[in-house]
């Protein structure tokens, strides 16, 4: 049961890596669209504040502004998805944890009780006696 949990801990250490690399991605590519937003609604500006306003420039830079706004929408939604699941993996491994600690507490009772575990128990081991059940290591 702990190696399971212990693997469980594993895939949700990874996967915490994965969301984060994959939040600084987002992160990034996000500041790189406010740029070109800014960007181009500068050169907008400029191009309204000379008068020289054309059509087809106009319709072009409000066509780029709103794919840049959907691309930078939808990446604040990932990224708050990706900050949700962050929060979710860490919790859970805080459960994890307090429950791996737990165990190390009653394996530390238990042991003080007996006068002492061998340590070739191992994880069957601990399990085994946080379920009061004997480990046929025990008579070692």
Do not use: F, W
């Amino acid at each position: 049961m702990l190696e399971m949990r212990d693997v469980y801990m594993e895939e949700d250490v990874y996967q915490l890596q994965e969301l984060r690399q994959q939040l600084d991605q987002a992160s990034k590519t996000c500041r790189i669209l406010q740029y070109r937003l800014r960007k181009a609604e500068r050169r907008s500006l400029r191009v309204a504040q000379t008068g020289q306003v054309a059509k087809d420039v106009s319709v072009r830079l409000h066509n780029e502004l709103e794919v840049v706004e959907k691309k930078r929408i939808r990446l604040e939604e990932e990224n708050e998805d990706l900050r949700k699941r962050l929060i979710e993996t860490e919790l859970a491994k805080q459960v994890v944890q307090n429950e791996m600690d737990k165990l190390r507490e009653v394996r530390g009772t238990r042991e003080g009780a007996r006068g002492g575990v061998p340590k070739a128990l191992g994880v069957a081991g601990v399990l085994a006696l946080h379920r009061g059940i004997p480990h046929p290591c025990s008579r070692c």
